[in-house]
């Protein structure tokens, strides 16, 4: 747990500016967390919401097959996936952007993830996610969006293993496009097929056939997933519409084949996408545009497209990228992302985590392209360090890990004090394992979401919705603005975890060095 004197030093230099900040932060909070131990328990959160037959060498022994018929109303196979949250619903732009980030995390940061140990886990997280596409990806042109629906599954609080919730499937086709969810999923099977491609050669080939599938389906037939499966929109509407799919697809496939065509879409849509036009302070499983950026910029450092055209557009994808992140760390003249008194960034009050964890991949690994081509960050004339976002990112970690005026791990599981009323059907109520009597739609309601005992099980290493604008945490099980954990969240946290962990085991001394001379 986080000394009170700890707490106080890390807030009384947020208010004096950034670059104090992690003087100050670094000072105070000399003992380093278990980052190997917070890798750990992330990536064994994925096996809580697996949706589907569980394997043999399952490791969550709470859970239990669920979802066995998925797919049989449509004559399809749809078994497998995943649960985005405390629900049952299979919501198919969450789950893919969180397979994208489960795999740029391996792409970034795989030698700390296998120093770690949990290579192989990963691995195994991002096949469960890209096993399921592949099934849901029935013929080039058609794709199914989701599993079950928001409303109904919302009505009644029952253990997955006992769900009598509608599970009707909804799809994407020629006539109802949704290039956004097709994008997407195509960001995400590009990504893995580059994680899996020494290791899984045929695997990877099969996913990035998938993945030029869907980004041509996509492009050719527009328009957003929300109009096409409308049951969606009270859950997840794509509010940025799908031209930053279509941009962020067609990046992650330049990225796994080097094709031209790819490139030049980047760069002949840039304008119209709005790749150079946005300037936004948030990255989620909606918003890809500060995702996008941070991938152009990385292009433009390495330095290989000569054209005097193509390099203006790159460098105008830098700029807005550079504005995410200034104003993340505050630099910003007009539009800084707010942040608490404790020195968490926040940008809205339901599920805020989930920006938090985006942030610092993004910080992290815009550091390191940075100091790969030995550069600096531009805020506003100002020249920032590739330390500064490093540190500014480990602050945010360290927020959640425990280091916030509650001294508590937002991380469940993770440290002496976390959520132990998350608000999650399964984890709410006891095991089907110890016993598989039924439990009703309204039974779950009436005697298990009102206890106030924690909950029988745990949602190890799911990263929940985190604290209100003021540093305050509520752990109640109702409270699912703060108490409600996503895949999203936690996927981008794998590879800072693995990093923070090799830095700590002096395995890369020279980069620790600069950061602890500050």
Known sequence: MVEKTQCRCLISSVKLGVSLVFLLSFTCLSKAFDYKDALKKSVLYFESQRSGRLPYNQRVHWRDHSGLTDGLEQGVDLVGGYYDAGDHVKFGLPMAFTVTMLSWSVIEYGEQIANSGEYEHVLEAIKWGTDYFIKAHTYPNVFWAEVGDGDTDHYCWQRPEDMTTSRQAYK??????GSDLAGETAAAMAAASIVFRKSNPHYSHLLLHHAQQLFEFGDKYRGAYDRSV???KSYYPSVSSYKDELLWGALWLYKATDNMNYFKYIINNSHEFGGTEWAITEFSWDVKYAGIQILASKLLMDGIHEDRHTQNILEQYRSKAEHYLCSCLGRNNDSNVEVTPGGLLFIRKWNNMQYVSTSAFLLTVYSDYLKNA????????????HQDLFAFAK???????????MGMSYLVGFGPRYPRRVHHRGASIVAYKRSKGFIGCTQGYDYWYSRNEPNPNEVIGALVGGPDS????????????QTEACTYNTAPLLGIFAKLHQLDEGKNTSQYSSFASY
């Open 172 to 177: 994407i086709d020629e006539n109802n496009p």
């Open 230 to 232: 409308e049951v969606v």
């Open 374 to 385: 030995t550069q600096k960050l531009n805020c506003n004339g100002e020249m920032v360090k």
């Open 395 to 405: 602050s945010q970690v360290d927020y959640i890990l425990g280091s916030n005026p």
């Open 470 to 481: 003021h540093d305050n945490f509520n752990d109640h099980r109702g409270n699912y603005m």
